[in-house]
Every structure is written in C-alpha cells, then in structure tokens.
C-alpha cells in the first residue's frame, strides 16, 4: 500500500522518500528506517476500490506563496502614504505670512495734456486763377484778418467778380463774401477767428484774379 505524507512546511502531499518538497522546494531529511519521522506522518492511505487497487485520495490546496514584486509594491505605496500624511500636517501648522495691507496712498497726479493757445500770427495766403474755382481748405490763426482780392479784366463792361469764404464742411454758411465790387481791388476786414476755410469764386471776363488772406495784426 502506497502511503503518502505530508511536508511539514507547506503541507503538500509527499511520497516516502522524496527527496524535496516539489511545492515549497523544502529539503526533506527521511531517516534511514522505512518510518518517517512523527512531523511527517499525516498519512494519506489510498483505500481499496471495489475490485481491486486503491483510490488516490485527492491532494490537499497548496498554499500560494506571496510574490517578492507585489510584497515591495505594497511597502512603496503604504511609504508614500506616510510621506504624504507628514508633509499635510507640516503644511496645516505653518502660519501664513501676514499679508500685505493695500496701499491707500493716492495715485500720482496726472498732468493733463497741455493745449497751446494758436499762434498769434500766420503767414499770408494767396489764391489765384483766371476762372471760377473752390479753394482748397486753409488755417487762420487769429481773431481777426483781412482780405486783399484784385482782378484785372479787358472787358470791364460785362466782367463779373465774386467770392465767397466758408468754413471748412459748410456750403451754405458763408463767413465773408464779395460781389460785383465797383473797383479792380479792395480789402474786407474778417472778424471769423481762427479756423480752416476755403473760397469759392464766381468769375466771367476776367483775366485774372487774387485773393490774398493775412493776419489783421
């Protein structure tokens, strides 16, 4: 009858005589008498099956042996877990720095952008042509100019000459006007002030005209 024993480190089923334990790769010290020792005889007798033989008894669950890799996983995860608690609790405990009262002096002053007053004086402005015409816009300076206009014609008795002074954008609103002058030439004295204006003209049988625009100063 073949008699099976178990290792007493693991307890997996062992034959008489095995020389190491095939689950736990225990060495197995068998004395030399065909008895095993006391630690080994948990016995596993096959009992005989009906004609003839013995049923193997089954095999007890071997134990599983913990992984190296899985052991060092678990001691990693429960260090950081430690670390992570210590450095909370340091944190909590500081005192934060007292923060810094905003400052309630005034902003400094700002200078507004100077306005410099005109010029009190412009260079004189000469227009001229030989037809009706729409000047382009020019500056005056001053409260006040004068107007100097000529015009020469050979046909006296049926030249006409005229102008008119907008400022600039108006069509309609004119600020100085000259029509059919009984001389060649005259000035008109403008108390318009300063600003940008332009002249129209309205002439026929002339050949040629001037208007000049001065500062009355």
């Known amino acids: ?112 952008p100077s306005t410099s007053p005109p010029p009190a004086t412009f260079a004189p402005i000469t227009k001229s042509g030989t037809d009706s015409l729409t000047t382009a816009p020019f500056t005056v300076t001053t409260d006040e100019w004068i107007i100097d206009w000529s015009f020469s014609t050979s046909d006296p008795e049926f030249a006409v000459f005229g102008f008119f002074i907008y400022p600039r ?15 060649t030439s005259g000035s008109t004295y403008s108390y318009a002030g300063p600003g940008e204006y332009y002249i129209k003209t309205n002439v026929a049988n002339i050949d040629e005209w001037e208007i000049t625009i001065k500062p009355a100063n």
């Open 1 to 112: 009858m073949q008699q099976w024993y178990q290792c007493p480190n693991c307890g997996a089923q062992l034959a008489f005589g095995t020389p190491s334990c095939p689950n736990c790769r225990t060495q197995l010290n068998w004395p030399a008498q065909q008895q095993p020792p006391p630690q080994y005889q948990q016995q596993y007798q096959q009992p005989q099956q009906p004609g003839g033989g013995y049923q193997q008894q089954p095999e007890p669950p071997k134990r599983k042996k913990k992984s190296p890799w899985l052991v060092g996983c678990l001691g990693l995860v429960g260090l950081l877990v430690l670390v992570g608690a210590i450095v909370i609790a340091a944190d909590s405990g500081s005192e934060a720095p007292p923060s810094t009262p905003p400052s309630t002096s005034a902003p400094p002053a700002t200078t507004p």
């Open 169 to 183: 954008g108006e069509t309609e609103l004119y600020t100085e006007m000259v029509l059919f002058p009984e001389a």
